[in-house]
């Protein structure tokens, strides 16, 4: 899957954005349809002081994007938030298209006879 990192107002680490891409990868284990992906980073400041970092997670599935966003003290920490909050809609996603073409399968065979 294609992946691209964006990190707003600052440059990210070469490992943070590795990182990234090799844990986006595993998702496609959950589905093999999955068309690409984006990743934001951004760091929230109050008075000079960082205070947390968010990571928004873009996903793109044939028909739908999935989108989750997280916020936490550490770029790897929301990463893992993120990353399980979009597995969870994948699977829900992946489940209900399932489901979707095994009723136009039935109905395609109940109208053959």
Known sequence: M??????????A???????IQEKLNKLDTFYDRITGGEVFLKVATSLGKVKEKMLEIKITVPGAVLFVKEKAKSFEEAL??????????????????????ALRAEDLASEEF
């Open 2 to 11: 294609k992946v691209q990192v964006h990190a707003i107002h600052f440059t």
């Open 80 to 101: 893992d938030l993120a990353l399980n909050a979009i597995a969870e809609q994948i699977k829900r996603y992946k489940s209900k298209t399932t489901a979707v073409k």
């Open 13 to 19: 680490d070469r490992k943070l954005v590795e990182s």
